[in-house]
């Protein structure tokens, strides 16, 4: 059973092209993450939210736009993608805010911008 | 703004060896701290999660340590395995008012096993 998962896996498109990472999560949890890993292997917090309301948005610029249609979804738009914007996404959940809940990791998604 | 570090970036060792990987943090007014493993090309997946009032905690051959007065943990690996060859990443979580938790991750250290 799959916890967290991602769509689609690899996503290869040109600079200016506007598009969509989902994420899902069937842990029942209450706050989800998106984290981007770059080419030297960091990996940065982008957003978090909360029983669908935006809590966190790192220093992302506003064509990223995440998106929460309900608790176990929340998908990440972006719009007039930019080489720099190649790197790989992971979508994450935890139960809840508190310090005791691990975060559980999508399989990511490698996103490539020619 | 809270920095991580892993030392060393890149480990090889012959199977069996015990190793210890280290993470070290700026800023000691920490939430919590967890230890990941990323194979190649995958997510990925929870190892140990130390509460900020905790010292240690084991599982199985994995033991994590958290000295928060210091901003050092360390990752021991017992009798290690071909399988245990994959990237392990520490992740410190910092309080963000209402928002709770939020992670900083280390480079990470890339540890291969060899039979």
């Known amino acids: ?114 | 703004k809270q920095e991580v570090t892993q030392i060393p970036a890149a480990l090889s060792v012959p199977e069996g060896e015990n190793l210890v990987l280290n993470c070290s943090f700026t800023d000691s007014a920490i939430y919590n701290l967890q230890w990941f493993r990323q194979d190649p090309g995958k997510g990925l997946t929870s190892l140990l999660l130390i509460q900020s009032s905790q010292r240690e905690q084991t599982s199985g051959r994995l033991n994590a340590s958290l000295d928060k007065s210091s901003g050092r943990s360390t990752l021991y690996i017992a009798a290690s395995q071909p399988g245990d060859s994959a990237t392990y990443l520490c992740a410190v979580g910092i309080f963000f008012g209402n928002a709770g938790n939020m992670l900083t991750f280390g480079g990470g250290t890339r540890l291969m096993v060899k039979p």
């Open chain 1, 1 to 114: 059973d799959t916890a967290v998962s991602q769509t689609p896996k690899y996503l290869v498109t040109q600079m200016g092209n506007d598009k969509s990472i989902k994420c899902e999560q069937n842990l029942g949890h209450d706050t989800m993450y998106w984290y981007k890993q770059d080419s030297k292997k960091f990996l940065k917090i982008m957003f978090s939210y909360n029983n669908k309301e935006l809590i966190i948005n790192e220093t992302v610029p506003n064509r990223f736009s995440p998106k929460s249609p309900d608790k176990a979804h929340l998908n990440l738009h972006i719009n007039s993608l930019e080489l720099g914007d190649s790197a790989v996404y992971f979508c994450a959940s935890s139960q809840g805010l508190n310090r005791i809940y691990e975060q559980y990791f999508g399989p990511g998604t490698r996103l490539t911008v020619t």
